[in-house]
């Protein structure tokens, strides 16, 4: 089931998905609202129950609402090669790597899939059970790919990590930014990895 808010006034944020288990909540991705913990608890998501945090990557409108979260002692979860980009937005945090949290996210059948690129640490998150991916800024719903001419990011990765999200079966992608599509995923994926073929 997909419940759909937004905010209002915070210039460029990332998507944030909330999935849930009968344990809890695990959010994914903090976006570019200081504030995100105050956002969740009024739509009805009680922070005592929010049993993690995952990061696609380190860019600050990924991470700023981290802020939030982390002061109500809720655990953050970010692959550390992406560690200092993260600390030149919001400054020192305390997050475990993501190698940390696997057994948080194996309670609701998902894999941390390494997928550098757009930043040397970026992840994408992948339930092969319901072929669904939170795909960060790697891959979009409309079969392109993330920026790789900032900092950390490479060409050669993008194209690869690009490739291997291509032999998923995806059906519903959840990107980081703009629409998710909950069908046809794959498709989007092998149009984004035709596209940087070309582009990079
Ligand atoms: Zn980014």
């Known amino acids: 089931m997909i419940h759909e808010e937004s905010f209002e006034g915070v210039g460029l944020s990332s998507n944030v998905y909330v999935l849930k288990s009968a344990e809890g ?3 994914f991705d903090a976006s570019g609202h200081p504030d995100l913990l105050s956002f969740l608890t009024g739509v009805g998501i009680e922070k005592d ?3 993690g945090v995952f990061l696609t990557h380190g860019h ?3 991470v700023t609402g981290l802020t939030s979260l982390l002061g109500a002692n809720i655990k953050a979860f970010l692959n550390l090669k992406d560690l200092n980009l993260m600390k030149s937005c919001i400054g020192s945090r305390e997050v475990s790597d993501i190698s940390e949290g696997i057994s948080l996210l194996e ?3 998902l894999k941390a899939l390494p997928t550098p690129g757009h930043t040397p640490g970026s992840t994408c998150f992948y339930s ?3 072929s ?3 795909s960060g800024d790697t891959v979009f719903a409309d079969g392109y790919f993330g920026r790789t001419d900032l900092i950390g990011g490479s060409n050669s990765d993008m194209k690869s990590s ?3 999200l291509s032999s998923l079966e995806v059906k519903s992608l959840l990107p980081g930014h703009g629409s998710y599509i909950l069908d046809g995923g794959s498709k989007a994926i092998s149009l984004a990895l035709l596209n940087a073929n070309y582009l990079l």
């Open 49 to 51: 129950r929010i049993l």
């Open 107 to 109: 309670k609701i059948g």
């Open 60 to 62: 600050y409108d990924h």
């Open 162 to 164: 690009l490739k291997y």
């Open 132 to 134: 669904f991916l939170i």
């Open 128 to 130: 092969e059970g319901e």
């Open 25 to 27: 909540y695990l959010i």
